[in-house]
């Protein structure tokens, strides 16, 4: 049977379906805030709005419930609410952040926001989460906090690195936009550092458009989370704040019929993640009957929220290179609805290690002149290729992702994605020299 990437027939030509999750709930709470005149209630001063509206206030209590926690605080996306979280915990210019080159830039970029300084640690080459050795080799005399990311799903060594940090006396930021739902133990990932971040972005588990929420026990954090993310150089006086340190004014505010949407959709949480639990156990177990790709483990105490499917290929076993395997694939499978523009729904590797960025090599952020990397000569600061190996045979070689496992897709739909897999494998004798 001719592999489609050489002029064959397509395993399948018709689209996946879309993710959907929006549903009739959604429309009702919008309606019903238009109906209410109301579409945003705060105001950049010392008043009763300063908290914002009723929509936005009844999230915060809900998502506080939900999780476990003291306190949750509603932004407009996960970017902000990592920003809000490094400036709450007092950073200073030259100080150093610990974070993963393996992740979405904004948990690298969110310390230089205050003129602190990213300091690279690699990750896990089997859960690809920061890896605790790395981590504590990174530590200075400089070093303020570390930033984990539950990246793909899975919550970080939890017990570890929070070991580390107690050593070191240092915060533990979690960005847990790819890992809601997911548990370490009997507590649910974001809740395991110091703050969490989560996102409610287009294409994360339940969303609302644009928005995020940041959750902490610890009350002090708290008021400074909401100070920052609504003008707290205006509110400081009035209110009475002593420490003014980081309390510069963002307008971070959620407007309230992403609050009213937000709601509704986390109601619907926990069946979403059964059902992609589910359909990536059938796709595991699958695509393990092939000898060059196995399916990444989840950490012994975790359950894995599967925000995409990470597997590792060994190009040894198969004769070809991961990539060129993967582009054959593609090729096999269609596009999904609603995202026809992104191809085939699997990729390989991740995104290129950060500190490869442009921004990194040249360290450029702030003016022409550096700043604020110029601020320190720390000798563990470096951005160069080789920092960060597991990362970079990861991108390079070894790890492919897919997101076809979402709610909406049928054991047919399933079917047909190791159909494609099992096509190639058994014909990639054509991909010999390629």
């Known amino acids: ?114 003129n602190a300084i990213p300091v690279f640690a690699d990750i896990e080459p089997d859960y690809f989460c920061l890896d605790s050795a790395s981590v504590e080799s990174k530590i200075t005399s400089r070093t303020r906090a570390i930033i984990v990311v539950d990246i793909f799903g899975l919550p970080y060594d939890m017990e570890k690195i929070n070991s580390i940090a107690r050593k070191h006396r240092l915060f533990v930021i979690e960005d847990t936009a790819q890992a809601p739902g997911a548990m370490y133990g009997g507590k649910y990932a974001g809740t395991l550092g110091d703050i969490g971040v989560f996102s409610l972005n287009y294409h994360k588990h339940i969303h609302c458009g644009e928005g995020g929420i940041v959750v902490t026990d610890n009350d002090e954090l708290a008021e400074r989370i909401r100070l920052i993310r609504n003008h707290a150089e205006a509110v400081v006086e009035a209110k009475g704040a002593q420490n003014l340190v980081n309390m510069i004014g963002f307008n971070f505010r959620m407007p309230e019929m992403e ?22 156990a059938y796709l595991a177990g699958r695509l393990a009957e092939i000898p060059a790709i196995t399916p990444a ?88 290729k080789g920092i960060c190996p597991v990362a970079e045979l990861m991108h390079e070689r070894e790890l492919f992702l897919h997101e076809m496992m979402r709610p909406g897709m049928t054991r047919e739909d399933l079917d047909d994605v190791v159909k494609a897999f099992v096509k190639v494998w058994e014909n990639r004798d054509e991909l010999t020299g390629c």
């Not at 999904?336 to 729904?345: A, F, N, V, Y």
């Open 259 to 280: 609050a009213a949407i937000s709601r509704r959709q986390l109601k619907k949480l926990s069946g979403l993640i059964k059902t992609r639990m589910e359909n990536c």
């Open 297 to 384: 483990r989840i950490r012994e105490s975790c359950s894995h929220a599967y925000y995409v499917q990470p597997f590792k290929f060994k190009a040894g076993l198969a004769g070809v290179s991961r990539d060129t395997f993967i582009d054959a694939v593609r090729a096999e499978l269609p596009v999904t609805e609603l995202r026809e523009k992104e191809g085939p729904l699997l990729s390989c590797g991740y995104v290129k290690p950060l500190y490869l960025q442009p921004m990194f090599q040249q360290k450029i952020a702030y003016g022409a002149c550096g700043y604020p990397f110029n601020l320190t000569q720390s000798d563990t600061i470096s951005y160069q």
């Open 1 to 114: 049977m001719k592999l489609a990437i050489n002029g064959g027939a397509k395993v399948r030509i018709k689209p996946f379906p879309a993710y959907r999750v929006i549903g009739e709930e959604e429309k009702q709470a919008v309606l019903s805030v238009l109906d209410s005149g109301v579409l945003s209630r705060y105001l950049g001063c010392w008043h009763d709005d300063f908290y914002g509206g009723p929509e936005v206030q009844a999230l915060e209590r809900e998502w506080a419930e939900y999780f476990g926690i003291r306190h949750a605080i509603a932004v407009n996306s996960c970017t902000s609410g990592l920003q809000c979280a490094v400036g709450a915990i007092g950073v200073e210019p030259g100080d150093e952040v610990i974070v993963s080159p393996y992740t979405m830039t904004a948990s690298a970029t969110a310390p230089l926001v205050f």
